[in-house]
């Protein structure tokens, strides 16, 4: 597992190769798996394959989404904040187990933070995605994830970048 984390870097470059059924399956499987507070399962999830639609998400908020376009498969994570007071912990713990699945198929992914985010003109960026998808408006947008082929594969983190003196015990 450790070799998996260790592996696992944002992937923004993605090849044109689409994801087999299988392959969004196994993410999606990995997210449905994952675990909750009190088992409530407050997560919703959006699979997005069209490119219009994953070109119109991409441009939800004025940076760090643009890349979405180029992906083949995006993946919107939403919580139901009337089910869980833990929806946003419980929503990027499906989020990463996704991550840690597709590094595990030898995909690339990249986590777009949506929550808390604005577009240029000051809109919640997370309206602007339930709009495209045509959300509930009781759900909130954690983020959306983009997932494919790697164009090029980044070297692993290495012992190096390990910050050692955040780790305290008993006390800080």
């Known amino acids: 597992m450790l070799e998996l984390i260790q592996k696992r870097r944002s992937c923004r470059n993605f090849t044109d190769k689409k994801l087999t059924h299988d392959q969004t399956e196994q993410l999606l ?100 995605v339930k709009k495209i998808i045509h959300a509930p408006d009781e759900l909130e947008v954690l983020g959306i994830m983009a997932f494919g082929h790697k164009a090029k594969e980044r070297e692993p983190y290495t012992e190096h970048v390990l910050l050692w003196d955040r780790i305290h015990f008993e006390k800080f």
């Open 29 to 128: 499987k990995s997210a449905l798996w994952s675990p909750t507070s009190k088992n409530n399962r407050p997560w919703e999830f959006v699979v997005v394959e069209k490119t219009e639609t994953l070109d119109a998400l991409s441009q939800c908020k004025p940076h760090g989404a643009a890349f979405l376009s180029g992906a083949p498969l995006g993946i919107v994570v939403l919580g139901d904040p009337a089910k869980s007071d833990v929806w946003v912990e419980d929503c990027s713990i499906a989020a990463i187990m996704m991550q840690m699945t597709a590094e595990s198929m030898g995909l690339g992914s990249t986590w777009i933070q949506v929550r808390l985010r604005l577009d240029e003109e000051g809109n919640m960026a997370g309206e602007n």
